[in-house]
């Protein structure tokens, strides 16, 4: 069974850091790359990071380039999103999700993700 449980999320201070973990089961990580989204209330899922299943290649939103970084442990079959030098912004719901494609990550499209988790929150705020 294919399970993604995302978590980490909390409240957090601007110009703090957090480490989201993504925990994969049913499926494994050589096969399968993973992306990171994030989506506040009223507003459109946007794709945040992705790590390529094939080489390991990581990609960036603009909007988060230098603060976070992609990483992956198979062994433990887990992903890490770190997150530095946040900004004041509406929370928002971090979601994990993986794609058998290795290709094109950057486009962030949600439509090739294939299995998601339920999201871990995260809100900056003084």
């Known amino acids: 069974q294919v399970q993604i449980v995302e978590s980490g999320g909390g409240l957090v201070q601007p110009g703090g850091s957090l480490r989201l973990s993504c925990v994969v089961s049913?499926?494994?990580?050589?096969?399968?790359?993973i992306g990171w989204f994030r989506q506040a209330p009223g507003k459109e899922r946007e794709g945040v990071s992705s790590?390529?299943?094939?080489?390991?290649?990581?990609y960036y939103a603009d909007s988060v380039k230098g603060r976070f970084t992609i990483s992956r442990d198979n062994a433990k079959n887990t992903v890490y999103l770190q997150m530095n030098s946040l900004k004041p912004e509406n929370p928002a719901v971090y979601y994990c999700?993986?794609?058998?494609?290795?290709?094109?990550?950057?486009?962030?499209?949600?439509?090739?993700?294939?299995?998601w988790g339920q999201g871990t929150r995260v809100a900056v705020s003084a």
């Open positions: 999700a993986a794609t058998r494609s290795g290709w094109y990550l950057q486009t962030f499209n949600f439509y090739d993700y294939d299995y």
């Open positions: 049913g499926f494994s990580l050589d096969d399968y790359s």
């Open positions: 790590i390529s299943k094939t080489d390991g290649s990581t």
